[in-house]
């Protein structure tokens, strides 16, 4: 157990039993702990395995490299359509947890199993997301937006590619990508200040 951590447990107001009955399980399989991102991690030698987090309707164990597990039991979701390597086994009381005790153990053990393997999980490539047809007029019409884009790391690049193609209607695409033309134009990334 990390002292760093300890604060996590202790301010949890929800979900705190079922959080302390995933560290134990995880601690149980010889992982570090440590917080990362606010959140308590498990790592191998430094490298991140699992981590527990909570959301209103549930508390869950999250595989860093979830994609590669077998999910032999089929308990892994992907919280989203756009997460291509993390999978989350959720948990809404701490019955659950102690009754897939082993289930969950063979899980993480997987889990080091392909961390150790050195196994990567395939990211699609930029070229394969589908440029929102706004944001594809705008770096048309702009070689110093296309250019600035471009130059974007690949995860930046999804970013914008993932927030300008989620609304419904064009007008709000439209509006986004208006918004965030400069923020390109300055080599600055979605999220970055």
Known sequence: M???V??????????QKELEALRMIVLDCGLTEELKWGVPVYT??????????????????????GALLNDANGILI???????????????????IVEMKPI???YIY?????????LKVTFKKISEFIIPEE???????????????????PGRQRAYILYFSA???????????????????NGKGLNDQ
């Open 2 to 4: 990390n002292p760093k």
């Open 6 to 15: 300890e604060f996590y447990f202790r301010k949890a107001k929800q979900w």
């Open 44 to 65: 191998f030698q430094k490298h991140n395995i699992v981590l527990l987090h909570v959301f209103k309707e549930y508390c869950a164990l999250l595989f860093f490299k």
């Open 78 to 96: 992907q919280q989203t359509k756009n997460v291509q390597a993390g999978r989350q086994i959720r948990f809404t009381n701490v019955r659950e």
């Open 104 to 106: 969950l153990k063979a």
């Open 110 to 118: 997987e889990a080091l199993e392909v961390e150790q393997a050195g």
């Open 135 to 153: 944001f594809q007029n705008k770096l048309d019409s702009s070689t110093a937006l296309k250019t600035a884009f471009d130059a974007l790391s």
């Open 167 to 185: 609304p419904k209607q064009s007008k709000t695409r439209q509006s986004r990508v208006e918004k965030c033309v400069q923020q390109i134009l």
